[in-house]
């Protein structure tokens, strides 16, 4: 019956019945790699909302096991049951950097995304407090004392890791890069001006806009919320990346499962309220499900070979 409700759900003949067919029959465990208070934690908790009022029979318990860059998580992803009521939140480009540099307990190929939902920009980021107005205060300051600066980001290996290096690279500056459990608390270190700045991401300055100075962003063109940021291109370097947020499942969940949380996703990230939730918080919307995850994935773990190789990790 449930295969046949889905045939006529590819028809889009009844969209209220096609997504009872794609809502889960259990509780959602959503599993969390960072702490409470970053943008995965934030984003989960916007797609927790959207998901009870589409599927209001279930619960959506967002649960937090982080550690090591979110590489205690995602060791222990093909643990947890593959009943499609387990999904876990997954990043790029943690879960290839990480495995590159060899100091965690799982490889890229144990990570089974279904849904690519959005990414954020990356972004360079000072306390509302520094002497540091704009970018070119931040060149000259880190020209002038070379390795004095530091700058907070998410974990070792990860996307804010990989922009400190590129940034460092790009601009002929050395500053240091300080890695935190997750944005939370860097946002502790940053706020209370315990750091320099951050390489951070979008989303970050515009969470705490009265508190921190962004001074340039990874866009193709300036940001709408924040139309006084410069984008690195304006800037002189061909620099449009961030970090892209998924769910993934244990590898033994079956396709017809995965097809049916991929879809799901679809639909919460095509809600009305998401899209708005989406656009004030700095996350760019994707739309990468199980049909496009095999070219997509290809690609992205091609480039992110090739960083890290510029960064020398696995060489140590």
């Known amino acids: 019956m449930r295969n046949t409700l889905m045939k006529i759900c590819l028809l889009a003949l009844f969209p209220a019945l096609c997504l009872a067919q794609i809502c889960p029959e259990k509780n959602l465990q959503y599993w969390q790699a960072f702490p409470p208070g970053g943008e995965s934690d934030l984003s989960a908790r916007h797609q ?11 619960d959506t318990v967002v649960q937090y096991k982080a550690g090591a860059g979110g590489a205690l998580m995602w060791s222990q992803i ?19 950097f990480q495995p ?31 002497p540091i107005k704009n970018f070119a205060d931040f060149l000259a300051a880190a020209k002038k004392d070379p390795g004095k600066l530091s700058l907070g980001g998410s974990g070792l290996n990860s996307a804010n890791h990989a922009a400190h290096e590129r940034l460092n690279a790009a601009f002929g500056v050395t500053t ?14 940053v706020l209370g001006a315990q750091i320099d700045g951050a390489m951070s991401y979008a989303s970050f300055a515009l969470g705490n806009k009265t508190r921190v100075r962004p001074l340039a962003i990874a866009m193709d063109a300036r940001h709408p919320l924040m139309p006084e940021v410069p984008t690195f291109k304006e800037l002189g370097v061909n620099w449009v ?7 993934g499942v244990p590898k033994a969940t079956p396709p017809e499962v995965r097809k049916r949380l991929s879809d799901l996703w679809a639909n919460l990230n095509n809600d009305p309220e998401m899209k708005e ?3 004030a918080n700095g996350f760019e919307l994707v739309n990468i499900g199980v049909e496009q995850m095999d070219a997509f994935m290809k690609e992205r773990i091609a480039l992110y070979v090739e960083g890290a190789a510029r960064l020398g990790l696995g060489k140590k």
């Open 277 to 279: 939730k989406a656009a």
């Open 78 to 96: 093909n643990g947890l049951p593959a009943d499609g009521n387990n999904i876990v939140g997954i990043n790029l480009p943690h879960i290839v």
């Open 48 to 58: 927790q909302g959207v998901l009870k009022k589409k599927c209001g029979a279930i």
């Open 241 to 247: 990346d961030g970090a892209y947020r998924g769910i």
């Open 176 to 189: 240091i890069y300080v890695p935190f459990k997750g944005t939370g608390d860097m946002a502790t270190a």
């Open 100 to 130: 590159i540099e060899g100091q965690v307990q799982y490889k890229t190929a144990d990570i089974s995304p279904v849904f690519w939902f959005h990414y954020t920009p990356d972004l360079l980021v000072v306390p509302a407090s520094s």
